[in-house]
T-cell receptor, first 112, second 111 residues
Framework: DAGITQSPRYKITETGRQVTLMCHQT?????MFWYRQDLGHGLRLIYY???????DKGEVPDGYVVSRSKTENFPLTLESATRSQTSVYFC???????????FGQGTRLTVV | TQLLEQSPQFLSIQEGENLTVYCNSS?????LQWYRQEPGEGPVLLVT?????EVKKLKRLTFQFGDARKDSSLHITAAQPGDTGLYLC???????????FGKGMKLTVNP
């Protein structure tokens, strides 16, 4: 049971490039989330989705785009990467029945 | 805006010591969760508390939800090196799908 798989695990990209982080769940949990984790800030919500084709902004959405055409996939795109987007990104999922979230292993993104 | 404040933010103790981590807010939460995160991994759920005053135990870990559902504590008895990690509290607010996280408490237990 793989749960949530994020890819790539590590990524280095240049300023101004577009980069997409992938997130796939083997369940069919309704809700999916993208967080970024930075020293001094903890986990901050970027975007979330309540179901396929339903997405909404979180606390820090600027510079990011999401889509959810299928329940199991929730990719996060940085349209024009900036150094301030260097971070560890976590994807999470939860059912509609309980509050607990299940996290992927994270993607460490470095923008140079 | 950080709705959940955790304290202390860092703690380094010797094996066998006890410790308490606090998670405080001015907001009421319908549920509160504690996660542990190890380096290079995502957070893993330890416990969820939903009722004011609720106490849950998980081996040497004791979790309490405040009566007013605004705060929580995690107490570890006789800490072990395997307890080392980042402890995060997260709150859910009624009617919201989102979880709000505290900044975490980084615990190091030295042998």
């Amino acid at each position: 049971d793989a749960g949530i798989t994020q890819s790539p695990r590590y990524k280095i990209t240049e300023t101004g490039r577009q980069v997409t982080l992938m997130c796939h769940q083997t369940w069919s949990h309704s809700y999916m989330f993208w967080y970024r984790q930075d020293l001094g800030h903890g986990l901050r919500l970027i975007y979330y989705s309540a179901a396929a084709d339903i997405t909404d902004k979180g606390e820090v959405p600027d510079g990011y785009v999401v889509s959810r055409s299928k329940t199991e996939n929730f990719p996060l795109t940085l349209e024009s990467a900036t150094r301030s987007q260097t971070s560890v990104y976590f994807c999470a999922a939860r059912t509609g029945r309980g509050p607990q979230a299940f996290f992927g292993q994270g993607t460490r993104l470095t923008v140079v | 805006t950080q709705l959940l404040e955790q304290s202390p933010q860092f703690l380094s103790i010797q094996e066998g010591e006890n410790l308490t981590v606090y998670c405080n807010s001015s907001s009421v939460f319908s549920s509160l969760q504690w996660y542990r995160q190890e380096p290079g991994e995502g957070p893993v759920l330890l416990v969820t508390v939903v009722t004011g005053g609720e106490v849950k135990k998980l081996k040497r870990l004791t979790f309490q939800f405040g009566d007013a559902r605004k705060d929580s504590s995690l107490h570890i008895t006789a800490a072990q090196p395997g307890d080392t990690g980042l402890y995060l509290c997260a709150g859910g607010q009624g009617g919201s799908e989102k979880l709000v996280f505290g900044k975490g408490m980084k615990l190091t237990v030295n042998p």
